[in-house]
């Protein structure tokens, strides 16, 4: 007994039929699949996009590392001062001085494009191009950036709708001390970093660093209240104000961070103009990761600390 034509046309059908088609459990395998290699994906990209910013911040910490160089070139081989600005405002003395109000990243306008005139660098922060405020930035606007590392996503103050421009780095004033017994009237003036670099009015000369290579100049201090030119974050007297609920950086505790960077870390420059990405523990000596006066190895240029 033959197969018909229409037989056999209809067998070969249903044949290609279910050549072509997938069991439902075929198409979430090939779903689960097609997940897990887009979630590699973006984990890498990620990882990858993380990785770029952290070396602009490096970038960012070499140019301004230039700028200060420049700086000591024409100030007989000394560092920019912290600057001072929160003593007794009500203070005469204090609020007349032709420095107050003016901090490091104020001194080093002249070298990174700014050029900011004394009223301006006396302001105690700069806003992003408002008309509205003696601080504002209309030159110069493009260079500000450098400031900023691109992975601090802490967002700056607001004052009636005019934002501050970010700064992520502060100088190292690692054990700040007093030549005076003045009093807090006069302790801004007469401060100093015995082992750090530079405090208030007072900073070192290069040729006072010991240990180029093991001291560092700027650590990074991602916080709400840190912006160019202002009061407060432009030094950073020990190692554990980075990350230190308590202290300067509960803005990042309540992202859920211990670190700007991939594997909690923060980049540094050091004196030599090299930039490291470190653990803060890594830092200090160990142990004393919260001192102002004996967190020493890498806050202090002294040589075998």
């Known amino acids: 007994m033959g197969i018909s034509d229409m037989d056999m046309k209809e067998h070969n059908t249903k044949k290609g039929r279910s050549k072509q088609s997938f069991s439902l459990i075929e198409l979430l395998i ?29 970038s960012n910490l070499k140019t301004i590392y230039n700028f200060a160089m ?9 560092y920019p001062y912290a600057g001072f600005t929160k ?24 070298y990174d494009g700014r050029n900011l005139d004394l009223v301006r660098m006396q302001e105690t922060g700069l806003y992003i191009n408002s008309p509205k405020k003696r601080g504002n930035m209309t030159e110069g606007i493009s260079v500000v950036s450098v400031y900023t590392c691109p992975e601090d996503d802490i967002l700056r103050r607001e004052y009636g709708g005019d934002k501050r421009l970010v700064r992520s780095y502060s100088v190292n004033s690692h054990d700040i001390r007093s030549d005076t017994a003045s009093g807090f009237e006069q302790y801004e003036f007469d401060q100093y970093a015995a082992k750090g670099v530079t405090s208030g009015l007072h900073s070192v000369y290069t040729y006072e660093i010991e240990d180029a290579r093991m001291s560092i100049f700027l650590a990074e201090s991602p916080w709400r209240l840190n912006e160019l030119g202002g009061a407060n974050g432009h030094h950073v007297s020990a190692p554990h104000l980075s990350v230190d609920p308590s202290q300067s950086n509960e803005d990042l505790h309540e992202l859920g961070r211990f670190g700007l960077h ?44």
């Open 70 to 78: 420049l700086y000591t070139e024409d100030n007989a081989s000394k």
């Open 87 to 110: 003593a007794s405002k009500s203070s005469p003395k204090i609020t007349s001085h032709e420095s107050y109000g003016i901090v490091w990243d104020d001194l080093l306008s002249v």
């Open 30 to 58: 090939v779903i689960a699949v097609f997940t897990i290699l887009m979630s590699m994906i973006n984990s890498s990209m990620n990882s990858m996009m993380a990785n770029a910013r952290s070396i602009g911040c490096q």
């Open 262 to 305: 991939t594997g909690e870390t923060f980049n540094y420059l050091f004196n030599d103009g090299h930039t490291s990405n470190l653990l803060v523990v890594e830092t200090a000596v160990s142990g004393k990761e919260t001192s102002y006066r004996n967190a020493d190895a890498m806050w202090s240029r002294q040589a075998g600390d």
